[in-house]
């Protein structure tokens, strides 16, 4: 005990007797309880980190998704100006309907919804045009998706980047 004084006074030349004195001490266990809270503590990091890092990984893939889709987009806007309907398809309004990565465009038949359809889940864009005749495309997630795992402007259905026409 007196050494524990000491390092307070600066008798002792090695500081690990302070540190030790706030080590608890289980006895000759000690050591299989530190490594069993260590695996306890790594445990429950893996338990917050693993889907946030999945919901992460979602939302990146929907962001490439989104600016893949870009090009559609445009077309549909295009034709609907020019013919002033809506196309009848993805392929009569110039838009191919495969994307690279396993992206699937469709076109729904009432008011030009367009689905962007991964292997992660569905994104919905909804055309509507605004006080000047641009087409503002407003995205949200769709089947497979959940909110979290879309990027932040399609989670609040708030035109998506480059919407208008």
């Given at each position: 005990m007196h050494r524990l004084f000491g390092a307070f006074l600066g008798q002792?030349?090695?500081p690990t007797y302070f540190l030790a004195?706030?080590?608890?001490?289980?006895g000759r266990l000690g050591?299989?309880?530190?490594?069993?809270?260590?695996?306890y503590i790594i445990v429950v990091l893996a338990a917050i980190a693993v889907p946030a890092y999945?919901?992460?990984?979602?939302?990146?893939?929907?962001?490439?998704a989104i600016n893949g889709s870009q090009?559609?987009?445009?077309?549909?806007?295009?034709?609907?100006?020019?013919?002033?309907?809506?196309?009848?398809?993805?392929?009569?309004a110039g838009v191919t309907a495969e994307l690279a990565d396993g992206i699937h465009l469709s076109l729904?038949?009432?008011?030009?919804v367009l689905t962007v359809s991964t292997p992660q889940g569905d994104l919905i864009f909804t055309p509507s045009a605004d006080a000047r005749r641009q087409i503002i495309w407003s995205?949200?997630?769709?089947?497979?998706?959940?909110?979290?795992?879309?990027p932040p402007?399609?989670?609040?259905?708030?035109p998506a980047p480059g919407s208008n026409q």
């Open positions: 002792i030349e090695h004195a706030f080590v608890p001490y289980f050591a299989g309880f530190g490594f069993l809270f260590l695996v999945h919901d992460y990984s979602v939302r990146a893939k929907m962001t490439a090009g559609a987009r445009d077309g549909l806007g295009t034709y609907y100006f020019a013919n002033q309907k809506v196309p009848e398809s993805l392929e009569s729904g038949q009432e008011g030009m995205c949200t997630p769709g089947e497979g998706l959940k909110p979290t795992q879309v402007i399609c989670r609040s259905g708030a």
